[in-house]
Each structure stands twice: as structure tokens, then as C-alpha cells.
């Protein structure tokens, strides 16, 4: 699907606030209800519109901890890569994984609610995943730009 700069304009305005009504992005974009509710269900169907989600205090995800830690695998066999990402797609303390090109494999980011120890969650949820190496963990100070 071509992106116009109107579909852009769209999708900037539903990433302020997805729950936008579409007569208000027509509003914002100088469309109808109907062509914006049109636009939108396109860039939803064409797979650029992946969904809609709402975006938590961290006071209701626990006061988390944000930890980045990078993972080396034992070898980088499709198999050895394949489960660790299946048991990682498990773990809902991980909010993203990326496999990485440089020192180590993947990069990951969890989020250890105050009421968790990260050691336990070091000790038997990172160190248990299949193929892990090796384990460096980063505690995060504080979010300087947040993803919105």
C-alpha cells in the first residue's frame, strides 16, 4: 500500500490518541467521517495499522524496573534461537526483545514490578530460558524519551 501524506497525517493522529473518533481525524486531516473511517480501516487492513493500545501509569504496572540486559546464546543455531524467543514470547515481564548484530545476541527489556526481586526474576526466569549463555543486566535510572 502507498502511504500519502494524508495517510500520514492519519496515522500521527491516531498515535497522539488512538481513541480518536474517525469524524474527529477527518477533523484534523480535512477529511469526512466516512473517507477518514475509509483510510483508517486500509492502513489497518494493509497490516501499517497493527492495533490499538492504552498506555498504563507506572503505578498500574507496579512501579516496574526498567532493566535492559543483553544475552548471549550458547550457539546461534536456528533451533537454540527459535525456543529462547518461544519461552521469551512466554514471559510477561519482557516487554521487548531484540535480536542484535555486535557483542551479544538479543537485547531485552523487562519491566520488575516493586513487589519483585530481580534477582529472582535473574535467577529463575532470564537464566532459566533455553540456550542462555551469558546474562549482563542495565538498570535504567530513568526514561529520557518515552515511546508513546
Same mark, same amino acid.
Given at each position: 500500500?502507498?502511504?500519502?501524506?494524508?495517510?500520514?497525517?492519519?496515522?500521527? +493522529?491516531?498515535?497522539?490518541?488512538?481513541?480518536?473518533?474517525? %469524524?474527529?481525524?477527518?477533523?484534523?486531516?480535512?477529511?469526512?467521517?466516512?473517507?477518514?473511517?475509509?483510510?483508517?480501516?486500509?492502513?489497518?487492513? +494493509?497490516?501499517?495499522?497493527?492495533? =490499538?493500545?492504552?498506555?498504563?501509569?507506572?503505578?498500574?504496572?507496579?512501579?516496574?524496573?526498567?532493566?535492559?540486559?543483553?544475552?548471549?546464546?550458547?550457539?546461534?543455531?536456528?533451533?537454540?534461537?527459535?525456543?529462547?524467543?518461544?519461552?521469551?514470547?512466554? %514471559?510477561?515481564?519482557?516487554?521487548?526483545?531484540?535480536?542484535?548484530?555486535?557483542? =551479544?545476541?538479543?537485547?531485552?527489556?523487562? %519491566?520488575?514490578? %516493586?513487589?519483585?526481586?530481580?534477582?529472582?526474576?535473574?535467577?529463575?526466569?532470564?537464566?532459566?530460558?533455553?540456550?542462555?549463555?551469558?546474562?549482563?543486566?542495565?538498570?535504567?535510572?530513568?526514561?529520557?524519551?518515552?515511546?508513546?
Amino acid at each position: 500500500m502507498h502511504i500519502d501524506a494524508i495517510d500520514r497525517r492519519i496515522l500521527a +493522529a491516531l498515535m497522539a490518541d488512538s481513541t480518536l473518533t474517525s %469524524e474527529r481525524v477527518g477533523q484534523k486531516v480535512g477529511l469526512s467521517a466516512s473517507a477518514a473511517h475509509r483510510r483508517i480501516k486500509q492502513l489497518e487492513d +494493509a497490516g501499517i495499522i497493527l492495533g =490499538y493500545g492504552a498506555r498504563l501509569s507506572p503505578q498500574a504496572r507496579g512501579n516496574p524496573t526498567t532493566v535492559f540486559i543483553s544475552v548471549t546464546l550458547v550457539d546461534q543455531r536456528r533451533d537454540t534461537m527459535e525456543q529462547f524467543e518461544a519461552a521469551l514470547r512466554e %514471559e510477561p515481564l519482557v516487554t521487548q526483545a531484540n535480536l542484535m548484530s555486535g557483542e =551479544y545476541d538479543y537485547l531485552l527489556k523487562a %519491566e520488575v514490578p %516493586e513487589t519483585d526481586s530481580f534477582e529472582r526474576v535473574h535467577r529463575e526466569v532470564l537464566a532459566a530460558l533455553p540456550g542462555v549463555q551469558r546474562l549482563v543486566t542495565h538498570f535504567s535510572l530513568r526514561s529520557v524519551i518515552v515511546e508513546s
